[in-house]
Structures are given as C-alpha cells and as structure tokens.
C-alpha cells in the first residue's frame, strides 16, 4: 500500500505509548489477561441493580395494566385481578372485543410511536445493535400501555415480550441520564430487558440466559455481571410485591425415564421442531398478507382482531395470556379438545393477529402450543406422570422457535422446579433446535429485523484474531535498513531486483539490529532523487508504533483502528527492541485464511491401515 503525506502524518501522531517502552514502563504482557474488564463494570453494575428493582414495579404495573383491561373490556368493571376472557358473556359481542382493543394500538402506534408494534423482542434487539442502547422515551410510555390493552382485549399474548421491551426501554431511559459508552447503555438495555423477564415469570437465570443466547450478542463479564445482577435484584424483588415462584409448580416426575423414554423426547423435540418452524412461517405469511392490502398499516391489527374475536367464539380458552390452561396443561387436566382447540385455533389466532403488527408477546402462547402438542403426544409415549411430555414440549418449542435451546431448559425448571426433568428437556431442546437451525435461515425474532434491512448472526465464537499471535504471521524476510547507509547505496539497494518491491514501509536498524526508527519507500526514493548526501538520520521517525511477537492479533487490529496505520514493526518486548520482522494488514488476513482452512479443509489424520497393527489380511508384516 503506498503511504501518502496524510499516512505520514498518521505515523507521526500515532501510538506513541509504545514507542521507547522499555524496564520502566508497564509491560504490556501484564494487560493480556483472561478478560478485558476493568473496574468500570462495578457503578455500571451498581445502576443495573437499581434498574432491576424498577423493573419489578414496571412488570407488576404491566401485569396489572392487563388485569385491569380485561375486566374492563369482558366483564365491565374496575378490577386489577388476572382473570381469563373466557368466562364472560358478551355473546356475539365478543367478536368485535379484540377489534376495538386492536384498533386502538393502530392508533398509538401511528400516532405514538411505530416502535410498540410487534412483540418486543426485535425491538429491543434493533435498540441493542443499531441504535447504541437507545429507546425512545415515549416507548417506555406507549409499549406497557399498547400490549396491556392489546391482551386485555383478548389478544392471544404473553406478557413477557412487551415487559422485556419495556424493562429494556427503562434501562435505556436511566442510562441516558449518565455519561455512558454506548456498550454500557447496550448493556443497561438488557439488564432491564432481563429484570422484567425475571420479575414476570420468577426466572432469574432464564432472564440472563435469554440475554446471552438472544440480545447481548456477546458473553464478556463487562455485560454479564450487570445484567445477572439486575435479573438476581428483580427476582428478590418479585418476592415482596408480586410473590413467590414457582409460577406452575408440578410434582417431581421421575429421575431417570429410560431409553424409551429418552427416545420419546427424540420424538418430541423432532415434533416441536416442525410445529416451530410452521408457526414461525404462519406468522411471516400473514404479515405478508396484510402488507398487500390497499389501506394504511393502522388498521392491520384490527382486521387481525376480527380473527381473534372469531376464534374466541370457538375457543374462548385461546383468548388472552391464558397462564391458567398452562397450569391445567401441567397437571394433565386438559381434555383432547382443549389441546386440538389450542393447536389449532391459537395458533390461527395467534399467527394472525402478530402478523397484523399488534402488540404482544410470544413465549405465553408458544408455551401453551407446546403443552398441547406434548398432550397429544402423551398418548403414545411412555407414563411418565402427568404434565411430564407437555412440560418437555413446553421447553423444546421454546429452544426451537427462539432458536435459544439453554434458555428453553432453564426456563422451563424455573416455571416448574421440576429439576428432574433437566435432562429429558436437555435432550427434547437440541433437537428441536437442530431441527429449526437446519429447516429455517432465521428465527421468528431475527426475521423481522431481517425484514428491516439488517442481517444478524446468531452464532457465537471465539475470533481467530484471538487466539492467533503476531509471531504466527509477521514476515521475517524484510528489508532492514543500517542506519548509516549512504545516499548511493540506499539508491542501488532500492533498485536492485532481489529487493522486494511491495515493501512500503523500511525499518531502521543500529547495532544488533536495534530498532531505530522507520521510514517510507517513498520518503527514500524522494532522498535519492534529491542527490547529495542527505541524512537518513534527519529523515528517520523515531515515534514508531511497535507491535510484539506475543501480542495477539487482536491487540494489533485495535492498535491499527486506533492510530490509522497499517504496518508496525516487530520487536522483541525485553526492551532491546531488536527487530524481528514486520505485521500488516495484509498479514491479518492469513488468520482468517486459517481460519476458513480449518473449517473447510479435510483430511485424514490417521491412515485407515495404522489400525491393524498385526499386518495386512494376507499375514504379511505392514509396510
């Protein structure tokens, strides 16, 4: 690459720190640790608890925002209490219930804010990666407000969604009050997005887990402690405004089920599986539907009220949250035609009117799905007490339409404090997610801000630029140049064939290859043509960014971000400052070009014959 006057100027102001470091400077050995943490995360944890007990109050508000709604809208009076739309009796009246409610979200989206559509989940996750930890503070508002009349109207949804969005908008609004990095305002987002998860469902550890596997998109303790703090501070804070959990205790089902048992959940999690992969392309199909329909998106969700009333009609238990027909799912209550009723016409319901742009959640209703669907399986699996295969489809749809298979599992034993059925909901999960990761490009959450212009990876790893060490990719064959070269040799030299001609940037050596100070191909051949008997030394910079043979590469990606130069050369860090060779970015890349060899490259490490150590099948001895 050639190095123009403004590279030049670059190289001047660069990275003096590590210019002259010798015995009395810090080592930078010291600062490659495990970790890249430093003791920022403690007042960063310290708000994060504080966000977390909010949270609690906002998810109690939410919760009683959709109690009061639902009393409102089905049985017209004042009440906060939880109640199920079923039991009214509006009559036909009922169909245009969920319409009205629909209607007026249309209303305060479009004229609110268009951010409290949906279910929240991609919201937030469009607020943690693009917009620097960011929410609207009328989101905050309007989101809590929108999902509790959107539900308490009959809407077919969980809270869970709308509370993690409005938790995450909390956290958000708090940490644009300090002087914060936008990571630590990402990282805020999530704590209340976690802590109104935790408070909702009495989850702490699904909360984080859900944060990690879905709207983190890293795992450093810079971010995981603050946010399993605020989950741990609105769980014990649930506890003295809302309760205790669990939410659906069940009794403990048995410890070990067996190989067939085992092979049940096998068949489960491939069913789960299939059942996610159809809801999540019922939902995409309806949006797709209502996108093609000649009138303003504001009276989607009304049109997708019409549906929801309908099957309310049919099926008044799909109306709602519907947390009491879990509870019957659970305990192995729930006749055959309560669990059709909710395969069937909640999932119509459901696809529809998400599709339609409303506000609600889906872990409720994919919970209930899934219990159906481990209802009707039980009838040709293996007894293993009752609620057992409803509660393993309960976790293996959540790991598969969620594409979060450890979540599921722990999400799943923290409902229920069954801890026995760890394993069985271990195995039903994975499989249901191999099943959806192999089936579909992206998920129900990721969909959506796919649709949005934006492609996310869902796939964690360590980069190769870690775990790669400058020493692996520096060139060693580079021209170094004495220090007291003279004019005419430095002009033979530079033309001379064997002198590699991609070389930009020269390094300047003394005795016992000293560093000195480097200079620009360009800036010698300007010497030379020049004439005379100009000095090296007055044309040489001594402000050099170096890098080390132990650095990983990591270390000199940011370093080059940092100071906008592209090559450093490499010296011993024992403060003799030999040098060794040179890094650039060209030389970055052959990381990652192993990187993709390892991933792509196969090979047989062992011949096939190294396993008969007694010779051919003929009895002569191996060659």
Not at 149 to 156: E, Q, R, T
Not at 185 to 207: E, H
Not at 535 to 561: F, I, Q
Request: proline residues 5%; contains cysteine.
């Amino acid at each position: 690459m050639h190095e123009s006057e403004s590279d030049r100027e670059k190289v001047s102001a660069g990275n003096k720190r590590s210019t002259e470091e010798d015995s009395t400077t810090q080592d930078k050995a010291d600062l490659l640790g495990d970790f890249t943490t430093n003791w920022r995360v403690l007042p960063i944890s310290g708000i994060a608890v504080c966000i977390g007990v909010a949270s609690a109050f906002v998810a109690l508000a939410l919760l009683k925002l959709i109690g009061l709604f639902t009393n409102l809208f089905f049985f017209q009076r004042w009440s906060t209490a939880l109640i199920s739309p079923a039991g009214n009796r509006l009559g036909w009246f009922e169909l245009f219930v969920p319409a009205i409610g629909a209607l007026i979200v249309g209303v305060m989206a479009r004229y609110g804010s268009e951010r409290i559509r949906g279910h929240g989940i991609p919201e937030a996750i469009e607020a943690i990666l693009l917009k620097g930890g960011k929410v609207e503070p009328r989101v905050a508002f309007l989101k809590p407000i929108s999902s509790a009349i959107s539900i308490g109207s009959g809407g077919p949804f969980g809270a869970e969604g709308p509370i993690i969005m409005t938790g995450g908008a909390f956290g958000s609004l708090i940490a644009q009050f300090f002087n914060l990095t936008s990571a630590e305002r990402r990282t805020l987002l999530v704590a209340g997005a976690a802590a109104g998860m935790s408070a909702t469902f009495a989850s702490p550890m699904a909360a984080v887990l859900l944060a990690v596997e879905l709207l983190l998109f890293e795992w450093k303790p810079r971010s995981a402690i603050p946010v399993a703090l605020a989950s741990v501070a609105a769980a014990a804070t649930r506890r003295y405004i809302i309760g205790m959990g669990p939410l659906f205790p069940t009794p403990p089902h048995p410890v070990f089920i067996g190989p067939s048992g085992l092979l049940g959940c096998v068949l489960v999690g491939v069913m789960a599986g299939a059942l996610s992969a159809l809801l999540t392309l019922a939902v995409y199909a309806a949006e797709d539907l209502f996108t093609k329909l000649p009138i303003h998106w504001m009276w989607w969700p009304a049109i997708g009220g019409i549906v929801v009333g309908a099957g309310g009609l049919i099926f008044p238990q799909a109306l709602g949250v519907g947390y009491d027909t879990i509870g019957a799912l659970l305990n192995g209550s729930a006749a055959t035609s309560v669990l059709l009723g909710i395969l069937i016409v909640k999932s119509i319901i459901w696809a529809t009117s998400l599709g339609s742009g409303t506000s609600g959640g889906v872990l409720a209703p994919l919970l209930l799905m899934g219990g159906a669907l481990g209802g009707l399986a039980a009838n040709i699996l293996p007894n293993e007490g009752a609620g057992f295969w409803q509660l393993i489809a309960m976790g293996a749809i959540l790991g598969g339409t969620m594409r979060s298979p450890f979540t599921g599992v722990v999400f799943a034993v923290e409902l229920t404090h069954d801890l026995n059925a760890m394993l069985p909901l271990l195995l039903a999960c994975i499989i249901s997610h191999a099943f959806t990761v192999l089936a579909l490009r992206r998920s129900i959450l990721t969909e959506k801000v796919a649709r949005r212009g934006y492609h996310l990876s869902r796939e964690y790893a360590v980069d190769p630029l870690e775990i790669l060490f400058v020493r692996e990719v520096m060139r060693t064959s580079v021209l170094a140049l004495p220090a007291e070269i003279t004019t005419s040799e430095l002009a033979r030299l530079l033309h001379h064939e064997s002198t590699p001609k991609r070389q930009r940037l020269y390094p300047v050596v003394g005795e016992d290859r000293k560093l000195i100070g480097v200079a620009t191909r360009q800036e010698l051949l300007d010497m030379v043509r020049s004439g005379g008997d100009a000095s090296l030394a007055k044309l040489l910079r001594k402000d050099v960014t170096l890098a080390y043979p132990d650095e990983p590469l990591r270390v000199v990606v940011y370093r080059m971000a940092e100071t906008g130069i592209t090559r450093f050369p490499v010296v011993e860090r024992n403060g003799s400052h030999k040098l060794l060779g040179m890094v650039s970015l060209e030389d970055l890349l052959k990381a990652r070009t192993k990187n993709l060899d390892a991933e792509r490259r196969r090979e047989r490490v062992l011949p096939l014959n190294l396993i008969r150590p007694f010779g051919s099948r003929s009895g002569r001895p191996a060659a």
